[in-house]
């Protein structure tokens, strides 16, 4: 059996979903996105209000992208996998986060644009 993978912490997502922020995140962070450490208290404060969710790589996953003020990047994203069980993190985590002053292109999936009739 595999090492049971601690959890950080967990939050919910911009339609109430539980996200499980596992620690192996923090450690990939410090090796790939060292500016992002600096920004996980801030996620937790604004994970469940993104500006713009867009589809990601699977139809499981998501990017939420968040607008930053004031702060020395424009956009921090969250890479969110939905319904990939990842052996005792849970159905839905994030798998990683980072910041960027680029804009976010793709399918947007959340808010929810009304379609005209």
């Known amino acids: ?3 049971k993978k601690k959890i ?3 939050l919910l997502d911009w339609k109430g979903r539980s996200v499980n922020f596992p620690e192996s995140v923090k450690t990939h962070l410090a090796r790939y996105h060292v500016d992002a450490l600096f920004y996980l208290e ?8 993104p500006t713009v969710v867009i589809g990601g790589e699977t139809y499981r996953d998501e990017i939420a992208v968040y607008e930053l003020h004031g702060r020395e990047y424009k956009y921090l994203r969250a890479v969110i996998h939905y319904g990939h069980f990842w052996k005792s993190i849970g159905p839905n985590y994030v798998a990683t986060i980072y910041v960027t002053d680029q804009e976010k292109k793709g ?3 959340w ?4 379609i005209k009739k």
């Not at 808010?111 to 009304?114: A, D, L, S």
């Open 111 to 114: 808010p929810e644009i009304p």
């Open 107 to 109: 399918r947007i999936l």
């Open 8 to 10: 950080l912490f967990r």
């Open 42 to 49: 801030t996620l937790k404060e604004i994970f469940n209000k």
């Open 1 to 3: 059996m595999g090492k």
